[in-house]
């Protein structure tokens, strides 16, 4: 299985930070790469997919990048909403693996 | 607008059976690849199992793989989890999520959730 690792586990930080999650795949997962924002009590929702392509809705203030085996989501600008746990998930191969998670605390 | 609603859910002791459903709406479901996604309390995300979109192919984690079969009832907009040999550490909160394919695969849409408890 391909194993995703996160960094860092936790984070903390003020409204109007800049703040950047790493994700790094065990292999090259080429850019079959997702993200997710999963607040308490909620389903995950989707932030971005294939690495970098923002989902429809969700604001500007969050990108993707990277490729191979090292990804980032980087939100420009945190907003009090933003202070929750985020995912990374590869589609590359089965079974789909997800990063243990990163919690963004103020 | 796209609903996935589970039910089924509950508390099951060890070596018991539960039958999880999920009710799609909002969309053409029998277009699209399942999935069924898991999460421990205070854990974090973990795949369960995938149905393609005619039902005839399915893939498990190994955690589940021989316990657990997926299904689905294109008719009646239907996704199931059959959950057979239930462990302690089967306890979590299921969802039901839709597969989208672009450049690669996503999940952009989740149920609720529907917790289950497996204890004596």
């Known amino acids: 299985d391909i194993q995703m690792t996160q960094s860092p586990s936790s984070l903390s930080a003020s409204v109007g930070d800049r703040v950047t999650i790493t994700c790094r795949a065990s292999q090259s997962i080429n850019n079959y790469l997702n993200w997710y924002q999963q607040k308490p009590g909620r389903a995950p929702k989707l932030l971005i997919h294939?690495?970098?392509t923002l989902q429809s809705g969700v604001p500007s203030r969050f990108s993707g990048n990277g490729s191979g085996a090292e990804f980032t989501l980087t939100i420009s600008s945190l907003q009090p909403d933003d202070f929750v746990t985020y995912y990374c998930?590869?589609?590359?191969?089965?079974?789909?693996?997800f990063g243990q998670g990163t919690k963004v605390e103020i | 607008e796209v609903q996935l609603v589970e039910s089924g859910g509950g508390l099951v002791q060890p070596g018991g059976s539960l039958r999880l459903s999920c009710a799609a709406s909002?969309?053409?479901?029998?277009?699209?690849?399942m999935h069924w996604v898991r999460q421990a309390p205070g854990k974090g995300l973990v795949w369960v199992s995938r149905?393609?979109?005619?039902?005839?192919?399915?893939s498990y984690a190994d955690s589940v793989k021989g316990r657990f079969t997926i299904s689905r009832n294109n008719a009646k907009n239907m996704l199931y989890l059959q959950m057979n040999s239930l462990r302690a550490e089967d306890t979590a909160v299921y969802y039901c999520a839709r597969e989208s394919w672009s450049s690669n695969w996503y999940v952009d849409n989740w149920g609720q959730g529907t917790l289950v408890a497996v204890s004596s």
């Open positions: 998930q590869q589609s590359y191969r089965t079974p789909p693996t």
């Open positions: 909002g969309f053409t479901f029998s277009n699209y690849w």
């Open positions: 294939a690495a970098s």
């Open positions: 149905v393609n979109s005619d039902g005839s192919s399915a």
